[in-house]
């Protein structure tokens, strides 16, 4: 009895390879998103203010971000909760592939987030004259929760390495 269910706990890691899958979706789906802006914009280039032009490029900047944050979890998580990804020898493999296990993965999304909420709180500032103080002090202070909650796992995985 207890090796079968063992072997079914065990077996049942197989049912995140779904919504690793699906995470390559959403990254097709940001994709899209990217290029519709460019298509946007692309028109509007020798039009848009020095200002605007900055916004888009951190909006852009952002999804780029957003992306490599989907391709690190998707690979990450499929090689550490799933199975191993077998590629092929003189096939391009990612440097970080197989050598990231869920405490780097986790400090990674963590920094991810960190550079994400700063790009937004950048744009914040850029359009700072349409934009009420208090809201302003919340981005803040949100960016500032991110930042204090990155480093406080960093500092406890470091307790933990010990």
Do not use: C
Not at 1 to 10: D, G, P, Q, S, W
Not at 29 to 44: A, N, S
Not at 107 to 119: D, N
Not at 126 to 134: A, L, R
């Amino acid at each position: 009895m207890e090796t079968l269910t063992e072997r079914i706990l065990y077996a049942a890691r197989w049912l995140l390879a779904p919504i690793y899958v699906g995470l390559s979706l959403a990254l097709i789906l940001l994709g899209i998103k990217f290029f519709q802006e460019v298509i946007h914009y692309f028109p509007l280039i020798l039009s848009m203010s020095e200002a605007s032009l900055i916004l888009t490029i951190l909006s852009m900047v952002d999804m780029a971000l957003v992306g490599g944050l989907i391709v690190m979890v998707m690979f990450s998580g499929y090689e550490n909760f799933v199975s191993r990804i077998d590629i092929a020898e003189g096939v391009e493999k990612l440097s970080w592939l197989g050598k990231l296990d869920a405490g780097s993965l986790k400090q990674k999304v963590a920094a991810s987030i960190v550079a994400i909420s700063s790009i937004h709180l950048l744009q914040k500032f850029m359009n700072i004259e349409q934009i009420e103080n208090d809201k302003l002090m919340w981005y803040v202070i949100l960016h500032m929760t991110f930042v204090l909650s990155a480093l406080g796992m960093a500092w406890v995985d470091k307790i933990n390495q010990h």
